[in-house]
């Protein structure tokens, strides 16, 4: 009785041989890299590509900054008692037809400080940029380890599953020859269907693991990503102290952090010389058509054609109010 079941325990270990390392049937066999996923994140994952466009808009902005206010041009006509533009123009004493521009002058400093301060703005922007740059790629990377890890136990499960199928039915052929009790079976098919339970727990993992890094990647259209590349043991070059020391000095939360301070404290340089007054220059050309000079002198009013400048400095407040004008006319 004894070889008759060696006999068939043999027979069942042909029939159905345990391959080591054997994962589910339904896997992807394409291989995906960590470099590779990395590199894709970063082109095209949408919180990376708005701080680039972010840093961009902060460096356009510097020059911008240092730069003088923009010019403001001006045109009018001056009508003596009638509402009909150029009705009155060369026959009435104070008809005429101006045009001209004022441009401020900020008081020395402001300007340069004005760059600075958008400059270290600008920088911290790219620390920014730096530090979500590296937070997608540190995402993509835990990412991409426990999918290798789930990837690992789902194989090891499936090794178990196959081996302890093949132990079931040799406890089922021993039981009908009566070499093992019902309980030998009982056993093995409650731990089958915990591996079974098992196997469905990690593929449900998969799954999720891999949408997080569909979402990373951008990729709008489901596909299997495919099983990650064999990992290889990287050991560390440097100890803890190392370590924490190079973490501070490369960190760009730290780097962004003190970029800031420095910008705050050139805030306070400009706010401070902020309350310097600032300048303005006003030009404007006065034409008085055929209007007779000597006529219009006798009359008491200004000449034919006429130049006036007026240089202005402002005083700055809640409004921005002028504080003394001087107006020179000839």
């Known amino acids: 009785m004894n070889d008759r079941a060696l006999f068939f325990s043999i027979i069942f270990l042909a029939l159905f041989p345990a391959t080591r390392g ?3 049937a339904d896997l992807p066999t394409a291989e995906i890299r960590l470099p590779d996923l990395v590199r894709e994140a970063l082109e095209r994952n949408p919180e990376v ?9 902060k460096h356009a902005h510097v020059p911008q900054a240092g730069a003088l206010p923009d010019p403001v041009l001006m045109y009018g006509v001056e009508n003596e008692g009638r509402p009909v533009p150029f009705e009155t123009l060369g026959t009435g004493g104070f008809s005429d037809v101006y045009v001209g521009f004022t441009q401020e002058i900020p008081f020395h400093g402001k300007r340069a400080l004005r760059e600075k301060v958008a400059g270290e703005e600008a920088s911290a922007e790219e620390w920014r940029y730096e530090g979500t740059r590296r937070r997608v790629a540190a995402q993509v990377a835990e990412a991409y380890y426990d999918l290798y890890a789930t990837h690992a136990a789902l194989g090891i499960v499936d090794e178990s599953l196959k081996l302890l199928d ?9 039981l009908a020859v009566g070499q093992a009790s019902q309980q030998d079976v009982l056993d093995a098919e409650v731990e089958l269907s915990r591996l079974q339970e098992r196997k469905s727990t990690l593929e449900r993992r998969r799954a999720t693991i891999e ?6 990647l951008l990729r709008t259209a489901p596909a299997p990503l495919g099983r990650p590349a064999p990992v290889l043991e990287t050991p560390l070059v440097a100890n803890l102290d190392e370590l924490l020391a190079r973490a501070e000095e490369e960190s760009p939360v730290v780097r962004e952090a003190e970029t800031r301070t420095s910008k705050a404290e050139r805030t306070v340089d400009l706010a401070r010389r902020e309350r310097l007054p600032d300048f303005a220059v006003n030009v404007v050309y006065h034409n008085r058509a055929s209007l007779d000079p ?3 002198m006798q009359a008491g009013s200004r000449s034919r054609r006429s130049w006036k400048r007026v240089p202005i400095l402002e005083r700055p407040g809640a409004h921005g109010r002028r504080w003394f004008q001087e107006s020179v006319s000839r």
Do not use: Y
């Open 22 to 24: 054997a994962v589910a």
């Open 49 to 57: 590509q708005m701080a680039a466009r972010m840093v961009e808009a």
């Open 166 to 174: 093949q132990l079931t039915k040799v406890a089922r052929a021993r």
């Open 211 to 216: 949408a997080a890094l569909q979402r990373l």
């Open 294 to 296: 000597w006529r219009s």
